[in-house]
C-alpha cells in the first residue's frame, strides 16, 4: 500500500524541564512532502503534525523553524532536532 501521509511530533520543555503548553510552533517539511505547517502545544507539552500525501515512498523530515511562546520568561533552546520519518 501506498503511504497517506507522514507524522512529527513535536515535545516542548522549558529549562525547569517542564513542559510548555500554548506554544505556537511552526515548521517545514521536506523530502517527498513539502510545505509548512503551524500547530499549538497542549497541555502536555505536544504538538502532532501531519504532512500532506506523499508523492512516493521515501524520508520525510519537518523541521521547527519557530517557536512562539505564551510567557516571556520561557526560552525555546535551539538545539531542538527535527522529526524524521521513512515511508
Known sequence: AEPTSAQATVTLRG???RRVA???VTGTWSGT???T???VTDA???VVFDSATPGSPGSVTFTVTTVEVPSPAWRWNR???TALTTL
Open 33 to 35: 512532502v513539502s510545505g
Open 44 to 46: 502536555s507539552g505536544r
Open 79 to 81: 538545539v531542538m532536532r
Open 22 to 24: 500554548g506554544a505556537t
Open 37 to 39: 505547517a503551524t500547530g
Open 15 to 17: 529549562s525547569n524541564g
